[in-house]
């Protein structure tokens, strides 16, 4: 990214004061967007699979949906990680977000046609939606101290509960409202989406002024001048490796066990009778437990640190594994306790690896490496989504459960590797 000339950021570079009252700025436009962000991210879970099934009348591909759209997802965090680095976070979370709203108006015309082809292709452009949601929670650490990045992060997070959790309860509304406007049941949810990512995409793209990551990059550039000029070392490049690897795997590890039981646990519930009232409450309870712990799991994650919360997330995300693989998908609670307790797993293992992340980069280099890691975190999505379907058509759901808790609890001799590695 070149340095910038742009007056209304030097007056930020000049005073801290105004970098700290942008700091909370910017915390609130994030908020504002997320809460629109995680209504559409809610779609493709909830009905994803359902609708493949439909269309494909055979559960061996039902996890193809979630592979396909955590696979668009993969391609735009590459997208929008190089976008937000070279022209800031403001242009490539808007366009991230617009493309997932299209995307999802692309779902609804292929379920209303039947056509299977346009189907995959508009969930692979839907997937743009689900990776900026993501890379949305480091906008609010461009300009955030190091003691602040974890909250900064849970922050974004807690507001994607909102949306998220509403969406799938909304389910059965937006059937009905799809049914009087003539378009399958089934499409409710994307028709929620739609709206939902666009608006996120829109908020960024008006508010998002002026851009916090020009901002940190200018106020480092100004940083690194002072230092090279008493005889110091520019230290714009610096990368530590291993922290951005073992970032990198907890957060690939953590998300790829949350989708693969995720992905499945529709089917399993639908299959042992449940109606689409329960999927969406279950659903929602996950989603909750994704995001709601968030400002609590921040604030651990810069007070108790790092590592222990990256072992805290394997030892739930296992547990989580392990109930599943016991529950009869007629049991709601027990399924719901299990899912419960996947999604704070995962948020543990989320805010920690990002953290992780962040502490590992510079600003002259962040954006585009989360961007990559996220690309990592969504081909891993992709795989587990794909490979959960098969799993369950040629074993079980409590298989497919217990092959996750299994990899969570790796996260153990992980850390005991990091910190032995480090002395």
């Known amino acids: 990214m070149k340095k910038t000339q742009n007056p209304s950021i030097e007056r930020y570079v000049q005073s801290e004061e ?19 962000g995680g209504a559409g991210l809610a779609a493709g879970i909830t009905v994803g699979a359902l609708i493949a099934r439909q269309m494909l009348g055979s559960e061996s591909f039902t996890g193809l949906p979630t592979a396909l759209f955590t696979l668009g997802s993969a391609l735009s965090a590459f997208l929008v990680g190089r976008f937000s680095q070279r022209f800031g976070r403001r242009y490539g979370l808007s366009f991230g977000f617009i493309t997932g709203g299209i995307g999802a108006l692309g779902v609804i015309a292929a379920t209303t046609m039947e056509n299977i082809l346009l189907l995959f292709l ?8 689900t990776s900026t949601n993501l890379q949305a929670r480091y906008a609010g650490t461009d300009l955030a101290k190091p003691k602040q990045r974890a909250t900064a992060i849970s922050m974004a997070m807690v507001a994607t ?6 969406g799938p309860n909304l389910v059965t509304p937006t059937g009905h409202l799809a049914e009087a406007i003539g378009l399958p049941t089934l499409t409710g949810p994307f028709l929620l989406a739609a709206v939902a990512y666009l608006m996120a995409g829109f908020i960024f793209f008006f508010l998002l002024k002026p851009d916090p990551l020009l901002v940190a990059v200018a106020i480092a550039e100004k940083q690194n001048e002072e230092q090279v000029s008493t005889g110091g070392v520019n230290q714009q490049s610096t990368v530590d490796r291993l922290g951005v690897g073992v970032g990198a795997i907890v957060l690939v590890m953590s998300h790829v066990v949350m989708v693969a039981i995720m ?30 712990p968030s400002l609590v799991t921040g604030i651990l994650v810069d007070k108790v640190g790092r590592s222990w919360m990256v072992v805290a997330s394997g030892v739930t995300l296992s547990f989580a594994g392990f109930i599943a693989a016991y529950s009869p998908g007629d049991r709601m609670w027990s399924v719901a306790l299990a899912l419960i ?35 990592s975190v969504a081909l891993a999505g992709s795989a587990g989504g794909l490979l959960s379907g098969i799993i369950v058509a040629n074993s079980s759901y409590a298989f497919l459960s217990f092959i996750g808790a299994y990899m969570a609890i790796l996260f153990i001799p992980l850390m005991i590797w990091v910190r032995y590695r480090k002395k």
């Open 122 to 129: 508009a969930l692979f452009i839907y997937g743009a939606g």
């Open 263 to 292: 992905t499945m646990t529709p089917i399993h519930m639908e299959r042992a009778g449940s109606g689409l009232s329960l999927i969406g409450l279950v659903i929602s309870m996950h989603v909750a437990a994704m995001y709601l």
């Open 161 to 166: 509960t909102i949306g998220a959790v509403a």
């Open 341 to 375: 307790l996947l999604g704070l797993g995962w948020n543990f293992g989320l805010i920690s690896g990002t953290a992780m992340i962040i502490d590992a980069t510079t600003i002259q280099n962040r954006a585009k490496i989360q961007g990559s890691v996220d690309v």
């Open 18 to 36: 105004e970098q700290q009252k942008l700091y909370k700025r910017t915390l609130w436009v994030v908020v504002l967007s997320q809460t629109f």
